[in-house]
């Protein structure tokens, strides 16, 4: 049997333009795009990957399934009818990107309707959340995906959740901070960044990030920095920094956190060594650093270096 790993949360459609002016469809979103380089990873014998998520029932919504399932990974998806994916639309102007987004009516947003999925989840499966996929819900949503992770941790399931902060998606910043913390408190691990948690949380450094979710029940908190090291502190007493190589070139930092996840949990999944887990997860985000876009291919010779 296969080990699974299961991501949550909001797949949209992207709009990006092209040299010639036109526009390209594609499909990204930060839960997405760690489910997507996990499936890049490793092969379909050794990891189960799949995204739960909810679209509508219009040709966007077909066309985004079809995408999931070509990358090689399940989709558990419910279908909400009449509605359909969050967007968005990626405008160049003298090289700044910047970005449009109509998501607040997306079929995602009842993604907690149908946990089904959770259910089944246990020993041997890592379940993967974040701050968005909590942020899009509605309060009474959040209470029952967080009930239903808690009940798979209490299976044995790892719990894993990035607190990727977006201040756009709370009405209030103190609101962000308390579902963050209620949302963390049924994960084992945590993936901070630490650049988003200083400026909400006002911790003075890293150290301070990873007590903050330690002591709210993290097993093990894994704070990036950017360019910057990356602290690594666990309730076992396990604690040390690493520093990222420099990039060679940094092109577009798009999903920079998200491959870091993503080759993190897939190397700590099958080895439970953290040190080679933070080295695989700086690998894969250097290459994807490295070039335009949320999801970079990753090629044989990539996955020498990521692994
Ligand atoms: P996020 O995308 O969530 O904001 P970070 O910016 O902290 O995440 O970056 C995640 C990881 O990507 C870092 O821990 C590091 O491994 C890598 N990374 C990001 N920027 C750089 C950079 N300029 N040089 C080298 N590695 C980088």
Redesign the pocket.
């Known amino acids: 049997m296969p080990m699974r790993f299961l991501a949550i949360g909001e797949c949209m459609v992207e709009f990006s333009p092209t040299p010639s002016g036109t526009y390209a469809v594609g499909f990204a979103g930060d839960t997405f795009n760690t489910a997507w380089y996990a499936s890049q990873l490793t092969d379909t014998e050794k990891l189960d990957v799949g995204y739960l998520s909810a679209v509508g029932d219009d040709a966007l919504s077909g066309q985004l399934t079809d995408f999931i399932e070509a990358a090689g990974i399940r989709p558990l998806m419910a279908t909400v009818p009449g509605a359909a994916p969050g967007m968005y639309m990626i405008f160049l102007s003298e090289g700044e990107r910047s970005f449009q987004y109509w998501r607040s009516q997306s079929a995602a947003r009842h993604l907690a309707d149908d946990l089904t999925a959770l259910e089944t989840a246990g020993e041997g499966d890592l379940l993967y959340f974040s701050g968005i996929t909590v942020a899009i819900l509605a309060e009474t949503a959040r209470d029952r995906l967080l009930a239903a992770l808690q009940a798979a941790a209490g299976r044995g399931a790892e719990i894993v959740f990035d607190p990727?902060l977006r201040p756009r998606l709370w009405p209030a910043s103190d609101e962000m901070c308390r579902w963050t913390m209620k949302a963390a408190s049924v994960a084992g691990i945590v993936l901070p960044?630490f650049?988003?948690e200083a400026g909400h949380f006002k911790d003075t450094d890293e150290a301070a990030t990873a007590a903050r979710y330690l002591a709210n029940g993290a097993r093990l908190v894994v704070v990036?920095?950017?360019?910057g090291p990356?602290l690594v502190r666990g309730a076992d007493g396990d604690s040390f920094q690493y520093q990222?190589e420099?990039?060679s070139t940094?092109v577009d930092?798009t999903a920079?956190?998200d491959s870091?996840n993503a080759a993190f949990l897939v190397e700590y999944m099958e080895r439970a060594r953290t040190r080679e887990a933070v080295r695989a997860?700086?690998a894969l985000?250097?290459h994807v650093?490295g070039s335009r876009g949320a999801l970079v291919p990753v090629t044989r010779m990539d996955l020498i270096a990521c692994r």
Do not use: L
């Not at 990036?224 to 360019?227: R, T």
């Open positions: 990727n960044s650049e988003d990036k920095n950017g360019a990356i990222p420099p990039a940094v930092t920079a956190g870091f997860g700086c985000a250097a650093i």
